[in-house]
């Protein structure tokens, strides 16, 4: 048995076991049955740093109850079933100071994730390489998280809840596990948000195009070099209309035997003449 898994089940034992958490439980567990959380509570933070701390506890909580009450349903033990998610999130606002964080996200994450596991969890498997329950239990419930965004919570980019999950995976998961998560919740992500991801890839083309062509701009010494080159190809190609002029001055230019024939008689009328001359 782990550390954490000893912690968590220590952790149910004593608040079954100190009565002021108990109270505090019932309370809890009364209003969380049937009530809807505003996501925009007024007494409560929501910035964007109050949804990270809002994930961060909802993680802690899916933690606690996997290992404790889904594990032990899951295995047939119900006499540990006892420890669900709104006592959890009754034991984690009773116990920690919670005016920084987003606490109806949280309480919606804690009712909502355990409530559609079977669903998210036949997300998730369509991207494993293994089976879902053979993920360590710290991954599981980031993945979980990130599904349920990805599925629930479309006003949040997707680019946000991978950049979130991965957050998650530096506080509290293992080294390499980012790796996993990435590249799940990616896939995950060209389904769900099929039109976003597209959306972003093109802006992305866009971006890419117009910094080449301002690249070309800031450089115009590059074009000209380049059309000079292209002008050189040309010349030196050769063509039926630029062969090589005979010049009457290259006497090293050999001449065609048509113009060869009538140089000869040409010198031999001269010569002739010449003779001519001489006797006269």
Known sequence: MTDQLKRAISAAKTAQANDG???????????????????????YKTSHTAIRKARRFAMQGLYEWLVTDRRFDVDGKLGWKANAPHDIAARTRATNAMHTVHIGYYHEMMRDIPEQIEALDALIS?????EV?????VEHAILLIGAY???????IPYKV????????????????????????????AGELRALEVQADTNANLRTSQKAAAKQSEANPADNIETAA???????DEPTASNKPRISANKANVKRSSASKASANISDFKASKKNANDTKD
């Open 21 to 43: 958490q108990a109270e505090a439980t019932r309370i809890a567990s009364s209003s969380a049955g049937d009530q809807t959380f505003d996501m925009s509570e007024s007494s």
């Open 126 to 130: 369509q991207h494993l390489d293994r």
């Open 133 to 137: 329950d053979k993920l360590d239990t």
């Open 149 to 155: 965004e990805l599925q629930n919570r479309v006003e």
């Open 161 to 188: 809840v991978l950049d979130e999950a991965m957050k998650l995976n530096n506080h509290f998961g293992a080294t390499d596990a980012h790796k996993l998560i990435n590249a799940v919740l990616d896939k995950m």
């Open 229 to 235: 080159e292209t002008e050189s190809a040309i010349v």
